[in-house]
């Protein structure tokens, strides 16, 4: 296990400095920069604008543009920021990535809890009614964008019923302890239900498939012949096989985890990365946008990492020596 771990780290630096190479040539490759597309100051002489393009390196050679930057990068220097002026990357990301933990953990909790029980319930009493009706649900999670459905609750939950806010992350800076952890959970019920929606979906489709594949197993039925109860059956033996999938999506929803869901983010006005970069690309702010994709790449790697240490724990016959 720890020498395929080894590799497997081992291996990511080929895969980031790949990642780099990609990320920096489509940055480069969109048309304009942070002084191109927005409106200027035209009492400003152009000259000083040419001045700050050279100052912050933009007229240079591309390949030295890239070498700066990479290996800025390795040192942990992820360099300023184009538009917010006076604020480097990574006070940018720091002040904003916490947020994004926060949502992304509460709504892979409400997919969890809502979509594992409902899928093994279907499995276990195909064609009922709440089979069918939880297939209808996933039908409709898969088919509905996330910014409709996010500006559908807005418009019931927060604007007619009152029941949630619309937006931001706390009602006031003044609450502390107890009560703020309750006013974070309030602001996150709507953009995390939104979040979650088509991963609950997902998962759930995806567990009822599992199990009744499971569930007609020779050695399901010989467990069952031999008088082991139902729920032995389910819980020692038919779980463990039926969640390797689940595992396999936990782990790209690592990295989905800090991208917070860009446009559910933007919907709700929630002060994460994901509004963070659009904001960035709007503003052709490129140290910022690089910084943010490499990091999803990155949190991707570890997230398949993960995923397949989890495997083996999951399911023992699974060895990676």
Do not use: C
């Amino acid at each position: 296990m720890y020498k395929y771990i080894i590799r497997r780290i081992i291996i990511f630096i080929p895969m980031l400095l790949l990642l780099s190479i990609i990320v920096f040539g489509l940055a480069k490759a969109a048309p304009g920069d942070p002084f191109t597309g927005r409106i200027l100051d035209p009492t400003v002489d152009p000259e000083v604008y040419n001045e700050q393009r050279e100052a912050l390196g933009l007229n240079n050679p591309i390949p030295v543009q890239y070498f700066h930057w990479v290996t800025s990068m390795a040192q942990g220097d992820f360099g300023d920021s184009m538009y917010y002026r006076g604020r480097d990357v990574q006070s940018l990301i720091n002040e904003r990535i916490i947020n994004t933990i926060y949502l992304g953990l509460f709504a892979l909790a409400i997919t969890l809890v809502v979509a594992i029980p409902i899928g093994i319930y279907s499995a276990r009493k195909p064609y009922s009614a709440l089979d069918y009706g939880a297939t209808t649900f996933g039908f409709l999670g898969l088919a509905i964008p996330n910014f409709f459905f996010g500006l559908i609750a807005i418009y019931f939950l927060a604007i007619k019923l009152g029941w949630f806010p619309a937006q931001g992350t706390v009602s006031s800076t003044d609450i502390a302890g107890f009560g703020e952890f309750l006013d974070r959970i309030h602001h996150m019920v709507l953009p995390g239900i939104t979040l979650g929606l088509a991963g609950t979906a997902t998962y759930m489709r995806y567990m009822r498939s599992e199990v009744l594949d499971v569930l007609g197993s020779d050695y399901i039925r010989t467990a069952k012949a031999k008088g082991m109860s139902e729920r032995n059956v389910l819980y020692k033996h038919t779980l463990r096989n039926a969640v390797i999938p689940i595992i396999t999506l936990m782990g790209f929803e690592f990295g989905a985890l800090l991208s917070g869901a860009i446009i559910t983010e933007q919907v709700f006005n929630y002060p994460g990365l994901g509004t963070l970069f659009i904001n960035s690309v709007t503003n052709r702010d490129y140290p910022v946008i690089m910084a943010i994709t490499l990091l999803l790449g990155v949190a991707i790697l570890i997230g398949n990492l993960l995923a397949d240490i989890f495997y083996s724990v999951v399911d023992p016959r699974i060895r990676y020596d």
